[in-house]
T-cell receptor
Framework: DAKTTQPPSMDCAEGRAANLPCNHSTISGNEYVYWYRQIHSQGPQYIIHGLKNNETNEMASLIITEDRKSSTLILPHATLRDTAVYYC????????????FGTGTSLTVIP | SQTIHQWPATLVQPVGSPLSLECTVEGTSNPNLYWYRQAAGRGLQLLFYSVGIGQISSEVPQNLSASRPQDRQFILSSKKLLLSDSGFYLCALGQGSSYNSPLHFGNGTRLTVT
């Protein structure tokens, strides 16, 4: 039970920003939002995580709404290598502090 | 830096045969270790996690077991494989119980039971 809701699939044009949404309406005040991606036949790759402030690293930006009930992962300039399944995860006390993966969003970057 | 070693990368085993998959980590101490499985076309399922030597928590009752004989070693086993045990097995490493701590995954073992 991943406690998050993501669209099953999205397309994005190469070079454009990819904005991947996630709903986590039951998140509690001390629980972080994590994003991972999985390219076919590889292990999931950690991208970014955050609590309530927006976060940015070399891979992506994470925008968390003020009420923390949803977030958006932004890949600023999508490339073909960003084609992957993207997972949004909330690590919660209700799940024994473990990471539970849902089905994610399959992002296809189109040339 | 932390490194996760899993082997073998691929494995084909007959039904009823035993299984032993090993995961070792480097560059860290007292890690939390995890086994996940991903069936073909499906999401990741948490199988076992361990917060220390000899401490194993099972998430899903099934044909598998896990052991942690050393701080940086985590082993997944089965006495008799079933066809349904086929999948992509991933070892993961985490630190502490804080929510502010990501998991990092190895490259996985793809198991096919025939």
């Amino acid at each position: 039970d991943a406690k998050t809701t993501q669209p099953p699939s999205m397309d994005c044009a190469e070079g454009r920003a990819a904005n991947l949404p996630c709903n986590h309406s039951t998140i509690s005040g001390n629980e972080y939002v994590y994003w991972y991606r999985q390219i076919h036949s590889q292990g999931p790759q950690y991208i970014i995580h955050g609590l309530k402030n927006n976060e940015t690293n070399e891979m992506a930006s994470l925008i968390i709404t003020e009420d923390r009930k949803s977030s958006t992962l932004i890949l600023p300039h999508a490339t073909l290598r960003d084609t992957a399944v993207y997972y949004c995860i909330v690590r919660t006390s209700n799940t024994g502090n473990q990471f539970y993966f849902g089905t994610g969003t399959s992002l296809t970057v189109i040339p | 830096s932390q490194t996760i070693h899993q082997w073998p990368a691929t494995l084909v085993q007959p039904v009823g045969s035993p299984l032993s998959l090993e995961c070792t980590v480097e560059g860290t101490s007292n890690p939390n270790l995890y086994w996940y499985r991903q069936a073909a076309g499906r999401g990741l399922q948490l199988l076992f996690y361990s917060v220390g030597i000899g401490q194993i928590s099972s998430e899903v009752p099934q044909n598998l077991s896990a052991s942690r004989p050393q701080d940086r070693q985590f082993i997944l086993s089965s006495k008799k494989l079933l066809l349904s045990d086929s999948g992509f097995y991933l070892c993961a490493l985490g630190q502490g119980s804080s929510y502010n701590s990501p998991l990092h995954f190895g490259n996985g073992t793809r198991l096919t039971v025939t």
